[in-house]
């Protein structure tokens, strides 16, 4: 654009100067020229300058003066500094971030894990921010809501802000995840996003849950509110008062598909940097915990959760048609759920 306004005012000059002066045009031409030359290198000096600073921004991680700290080779895709727009991280600037997404499926016990990493001083975990349709509604919008996320400006009760050492969410694998699969797992290998995969092991159990979840949504058997995790013992043993029946004769076709779920998440995601969990194994061994920090990056702390488990004990005081559960699941690979703890 530049060469072409510049051309246009040297043929201009030349089809209305005066022969006579052939010195001066001689003159003009040549400080025209010069103008052009030093316009035309300046904006080639902004574009280099800016290929520059971006090409930096996304090798930060490598050139930057704070990875003195041990930080291995491999795992500088995964470490970020970022710089939100809505505060300062004052003293913790220097401190590496890293980002996650935890993914897991309903009642699969991941509020309670997450309240466990929030409980982490440099955990700010943002909750279920997908399970409004709106910033699900295209791969634009959730990748603009993420982007808000790891640059720290997503503000909720979980925000660390400074010092968060790393930042997250839960999704649902049903809260287009899955659907938009593709473009999300490019997203977290292309800006280093680690995955934790939180599943539970007794799908029997996670039915009833989550039936029960649903029937509580209009019931609402805690003075008229409904709650999806309780902090008391008292609050749990009303809430599994309500024993839901389930449908005997689509059980191990709901089971199977559960299972195609979970393994359909597994296989679009293990091309990004992710672990696995089970409920199961977190509750009953602690110490696992202690690997998602490591796995975090994360000084490892002591985490605690006030949530209290609902459904305690035997299964088949939880489920009404006990007895046609049982014979369904009898002599099936399923079997087991009718007799394991959690
Ligand atoms: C690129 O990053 C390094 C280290 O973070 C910094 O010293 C340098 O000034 C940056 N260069 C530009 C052009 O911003
Ligand atoms: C995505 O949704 C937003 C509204 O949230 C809309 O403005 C935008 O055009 C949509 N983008 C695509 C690619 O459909
Ligand atoms: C964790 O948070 C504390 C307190 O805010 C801060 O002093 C510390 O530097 C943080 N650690 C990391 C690894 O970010
Ligand atoms: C429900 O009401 C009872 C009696 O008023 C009270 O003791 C209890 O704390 C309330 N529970 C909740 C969850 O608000
Ligand atoms: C139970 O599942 C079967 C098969 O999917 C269906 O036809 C039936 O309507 C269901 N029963 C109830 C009570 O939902
Ligand atoms: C990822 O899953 C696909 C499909 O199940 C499989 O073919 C591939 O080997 C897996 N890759 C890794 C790295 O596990
Ligand atoms: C399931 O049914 C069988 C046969 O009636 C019985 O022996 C078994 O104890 C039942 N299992 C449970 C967990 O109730």
Redesign the pocket.
């Known amino acids: 654009m530049a060469e072409y306004i510049c051309l246009l005012n040297q043929d201009s000059i030349i089809i209305k100067a005066p022969k006579k002066n052939t010195l001066l045009l001689r003159m003009l031409v040549l400080v025209f020229a010069m103008v052009c030359g030093v316009y035309i290198c300046s904006i080639c000096v902004k574009q280099i300058n800016f290929q520059t600073l971006t090409s930096n921004q996304s090798i930060q991680v490598v050139e930057s003066p704070c990875l003195d700290n041990g930080i291995k080779l491999l795992e500088y895709p995964h470490v970020h500094y970022p710089n939100p727009k809505t505060f300062s991280r004052g003293e913790c600037e220097h401190n590496p971030v890293r980002f996650f997404a935890i993914l897991s499926m309903q009642r699969s016990g991941s509020g309670w894990f997450e309240s466990l990493l929030n409980s982490h001083i440099n955990v700010s975990s943002n909750g279920e921010i997908f399970s409004r349709w709106?910033r699900r509604?295209?791969?634009?919008?959730i990748v603009e809501t993420m982007d808000q996320v790891y640059n720290l400006d997503w503000q909720s009760s979980a925000s660390k802000n400074q010092c968060s050492a790393a930042v997250g969410f839960k999704w649902m694998l049903n809260q287009g995840l899955m659907e938009h699969h593709k473009e999300i797992a490019d997203y977290f290998n292309r800006r280093g996003v680690s995955a934790i995969f939180l599943f539970r092991k007794n799908l029997l159990r996670r039915m009833v849950s989550d039936l029960a979840n649903s029937y509580d949504r209009y019931a609402k058997l805690l003075n008229g509110t409904h709650k999806a995790h309780v902090h008391s013992a008292e609050e749990a043993e009303k809430l599994s008062t309500y024993k839901p029946v389930i449908n005997s004769t689509s059980l191990i076709n709901d089971l199977v598909k559960m299972e195609l779920a979970t393994k359909a998440a597994l296989a679009s995601f293990n091309t990004t940097r992710h672990i696995v969990l089970y409920y199961e194994d977190v509750v009953k061994n602690p110490a696992k915990l202690n690997k998602v920090q490591v796995f975090l990056g994360l000084p490892v702390m002591e985490l605690k959760s006030h949530q209290v488990k609902i459904h305690k004990g035997s299964l088949s005081d939880h489920i009404k048609n006990w007895d046609d559960v049982n014979r369904t699941l009898s002599g099936t690979t399923y079997e087991h759920f009718l007799y394991s703890d959690y």
């Open positions: 709106h509604r295209n791969i634009s919008s």
